[in-house]
């Protein structure tokens, strides 16, 4: 149903209601609150054509959050070889500035998605990946490795990452969360697989030839995603801003970016260290403790389907605030977790808690925006939002936690807690200003 055509009801809406119901700012740009004559007919909801936009989603996220996910094992080979003379939050600056650029490439993309050119974006996003990854393979310096895989390749991810966001959304509307998630799975699979890659493959034919392999794949897989997917809107040559600073006036829009800002400052900060702390703390044995990183994403999987499917049933925001407050407090656990089998343990139940923050702020911006229209725009922006925290937490961890002669991980645990329960306690403010106190109203 789409909920675009319909009266917004007055009074707070209730679990059995949709959640695309919610009801638009009213400081939402005026663009925004008026439907014209060109938006398309109600998404169908499903259908093959529908799932194979899900399909070529899944094959984005596979390559994009796969690696972008997967840098914890780049960490781990740059500093016990590669780049073992520099320092750990020097290194870990390649991953984080790579997803900076990565999500700031999406300011750009989103105007061109939504006047339809998106075969433009994926052919463009596809040959810049791979090419990256091939400079990758030739890398020997610091300098190298930042211009290759934050640079290039993370230029290439932006450009074919909004498509998988923005594209699905179309096609779907009570479904839209679920869909989002399933999408959204390949990247659990991504980083599974990649790590596991680099961990395996470097051993045997070096890091250089597996690094190709992985450029091989991307363009495999994204031929695929070329052939199926399509827009349901139609090209539009109406102009676009890159950045359309009148978005930020939609307040409810405003306080959403700034929930997901803050978790993102803490979200991968344990991706780029748990092995480290394996290792360190609680004695890890060094060859589980390269599998960590595969073990926390696979945890992510169902943690990318489950919180998606309740989401549609009870609320965004609703199933998001429980799962940032179980985040913020396992994070907190991991103080008194000292041995193998804990860390272990912690790995997967963290893959699975964390994991609607990847899955969810898409549809929670998509349900704030009720004018298709700029969806991708509007994503685009928070993407950028995003990028940033995820450029300033890892370092900021990086640094919080010192060199190996004095490592401080009380002070690296409590960062990512605290910036959970922050996070959390910003969308609770905004699921507040839209429905008021009542707990059993579905936001």
């Keep these: ?7 917004l009801p007055s009074e707070p809406l209730r679990l059995r209601q949709d959640s695309n119901t919610l009801q638009a700012s009213p400081d939402a740009p005026s663009s925004e609150k008026q439907q014209d004559d060109s938006q398309p007919p109600p998404p169908p909801n499903g259908g093959l054509v529908a799932w194979l936009q899900v399909a070529g989603a899944w094959m984005i996220m596979f390559n994009v959050l796969g690696l972008l996910n997967s840098y914890g094992q780049f960490q781990n080979i740059y500093e016990t070889d590669l780049l073992r003379d520099k320092s750990t939050s020097t290194i870990a600056w390649i991953g984080s500035a790579q997803f900076l650029i990565c999500y700031l490439v999406c300011i750009f993309t989103g105007p061109l998605l939504d006047t339809g050119h998106l075969h433009l974006l994926l052919g463009i996003g596809t040959v810049v990946t791979v090419f990256g990854l091939m400079m990758v393979s030739l890398c020997s310096s610091y300098y190298q490795f930042f211009l290759a895989q934050t640079i290039v390749t993370g230029i290439g991810f932006g450009l074919i990452f909004l498509p998988a966001s923005s594209v699905v959304s179309q096609w779907f509307s009570t479904r839209t969360p679920l869909a989002i998630g399933i999408s959204v799975s390949g990247s659990s699979i991504g980083a599974i697989i990649y790590p596991i890659m ?23 897989t994204m031929l695929f995603t070329a052939a199926v997917m399509r827009v349901r809107v139609g090209k539009n040559p109406q102009k676009r801003k890159v950045v359309d600073l009148r978005h930020f006036k939609d307040k409810f829009y405003l306080i959403a970016c700034l929930s997901f800002f803050v978790n993102f400052l803490g979200l991968y900060v344990f991706y780029y260290y748990i092995s480290l702390y394996a290792t360190e703390v609680a004695g890890t044995d060094q060859s589980l403790a390269d599998y960590l990183l595969a073990i926390l994403n696979a ?23 429980i799962f940032g407050v179980i985040s913020g407090a396992l994070a907190f656990a991991l103080l008194g977790i000292k041995t193998t089998g804990g860390v272990v343990a912690f790995a997967v139940v963290y893959g699975f808690v964390s994991a609607p923050y990847v899955s969810l702020p898409i549809p929670i911006v998509t349900s704030l925006s009720p004018d298709k229209s700029v969806w991708a725009t509007r994503l685009g922006m928070s993407f950028a939002v995003i990028g940033l925290g995820a450029l ?15 490592r401080n991980w009380t002070g690296l645990i409590i960062w990512c807690g605290v910036m959970f329960f922050t996070s959390t306690a910003i969308l609770t403010t905004l699921r507040t200003m839209k429905v008021g106190f009542n707990l059993f109203v579905k936001a």
């Design 198 to 220: 680099l961990q395996r493959l470097s051993e045997q034919i070096g890091f250089p030839w597996t690094v190709r392999i992985m450029g091989f794949m991307v363009l495999g």
């Design 392 to 406: 300033i937490g890892s370092p900021v961890a990086g640094a919080i936690l010192g060199n190996s002669n004095n």
């Design 299 to 321: 945890g992510s999987f169902l943690g990318r389907l489950i919180p998606n499917w309740l989401a549609g049933r009870y609320g965004l925001m609703n199933v998001q605030i």
């Design 1 to 7: 149903m789409d909920s675009n055509k319909q009266q």
